[in-house]
């Protein structure tokens, strides 16, 4: 159980364009899901904090015009990365918790952006 | 902010040798947790550690929650082709009801064939 699925795991477009990035938890509830980056050969860095029917919480120096992040439902979460530009390719990293306290984090298999 | 030292940044191994990686933090942590991220992929959970001073083992993986709570360290037993790929440590915190997972800088393990 606990499986994450993200979506598309790819994309290539060109700069200027805005791009949608799905997270999906299949067989649970998803009361918060959270979205990373990583850039190559680094850490994992939180960008946002994503509770359903609510508005997300950004980290610090992460702008939440550029990154646009919808939690709809139990099981979707979206980030919409608008306007990207080449600084932005990077791979994008879900993950979805179910409840609260010592829940894990169970992760998706990242998104990789290639904005040309 | 928290930063979570992962050491040693990078590992080559023979197949068959024990593993021991370590993670520091400048913060405590409540909750640690020790992923495995394979290439293009997201990181797998390996352990989870909740209480200061934990001892938990996960077939050939042991993992430690430091007394201190600043501190973590993984082992792998007896390693063998798959374990390839990079660990990091993370920390779990808690502000106002808000969880934030930080990681480690990662350690990247090979296997010397």
């Known amino acids: 159980g606990a499986v994450v699925s993200q979506h598309p795991s790819w994309v290539i477009c060109k700069s200027g364009t805005s791009v949608k990035i799905e997270c999906r938890s299949l067989?649970?509830?998803?009361?918060?899901m959270f979205w990373y980056r990583q850039f190559p050969k680094q850490s994992l860095m939180l960008m946002a904090t994503s509770n359903e029917g609510s508005k997300a919480t950004y980290e610090q120096g992460v702008e939440k015009d550029k990154f646009l992040i919808n939690h709809a439902s139990l099981t979707l979460s979206t980030l919409t990365v608008t306007s990207a530009h080449p600084e932005d390719s990077s791979f994008y990293i879900c993950?979805?918790?179910?409840?609260?306290?010592?829940?894990?984090?169970?992760f998706g298999d990242g998104t990789r952006l290639s904005i040309l | 902010g928290q930063q979570l030292n992962q050491s040693p940044q990078s590992m080559f191994i023979q197949e068959g040798e024990d593993v021991s990686m370590n993670c520091t933090s400048s913060s405590i942590f409540n909750t640690w947790l020790w992923y495995k991220q394979d290439p293009g992929e997201g990181p797998v959970l390996l352990i989870a550690l909740y209480k200061a001073g934990e001892l938990t083992s996960n077939g050939r993986l042991t993992a430690q929650f430091g007394i201190t709570r600043k501190d973590s360290f993984l082992n792998i037993s007896a390693s063998i082709p798959s374990d390839v790929g990079i660990y990091f440590c993370a920390g779990l915190s808690s502000n106002f009801g808000n969880e934030k997972l930080t990681f480690g800088t990662g350690t990247r393990l090979t296997i010397i064939p």
């Open positions: 993950s979805a918790r179910r409840g609260t306290g010592n829940q894990p984090q169970h």
């Open positions: 067989d649970f509830q998803a009361t918060t």
